[in-house]
């Protein structure tokens, strides 16, 4: 069970990109309820819904009408596909983090595929810092 958290969380993590690739100041997150129903935060082992990551790919990205729903096309497919792989019980815990590995690199693929260079540039930015995040929480 706990690797099954720890997929589900990597994958949270690289997909969103959001969790921690920008760092908002801690006087925005006063007074948040993190249990709000259907707030798009996630939780802990919990993915954020695609409304929430769109709107934060939106922000930081700065995302056109046309990019917006490309992404959350992109990121609703993936989050069945991934809800799918976890709840295959037949597989060992190192195909579904292969699994969970291969649509995480397609969905950030496919969401390249639509952002200019500029944009490009950003997506890339967060991403490596997600990945420095992550290896600095696995030690």
């Known amino acids: 069970m706990r690797s099954i958290r720890s997929i589900l ?4 993590l690289i997909l969103s990109l959001a969790a921690f ?6 006087s925005q997150h006063e007074g948040r309820q993190s249990d709000e129903p259907n707030s798009g935060h996630a939780k802990r082992g919990h993915m954020p819904n695609a409304d929430a990551q769109v709107k934060h790919f939106t922000e930081v990205l700065n995302l056109t009408d046309n990019q917006q729903t490309a992404v959350k096309a992109i990121l609703e497919d993936t989050h069945k596909q991934a809800e799918a792989v976890l709840a295959d019980k037949s597989l060992s815990p190192e195909d579904r983090k292969a699994k969970m590995s291969t649509l995480h690199e397609s969905a950030h693929a496919k ?3 639509i952002l200019n260079d500029e944009q490009k540039k950003k997506f890339d930015d967060m991403r490596t810092r997600m990945e420095q995040h992550m290896h600095e929480n696995n030690k």
Request: avoid cysteine.
């Open 9 to 12: 969380f990597l994958f949270t």
């Open 21 to 26: 690739a920008v760092q908002a100041p801690a």
């Open 111 to 113: 969401m390249r595929d």
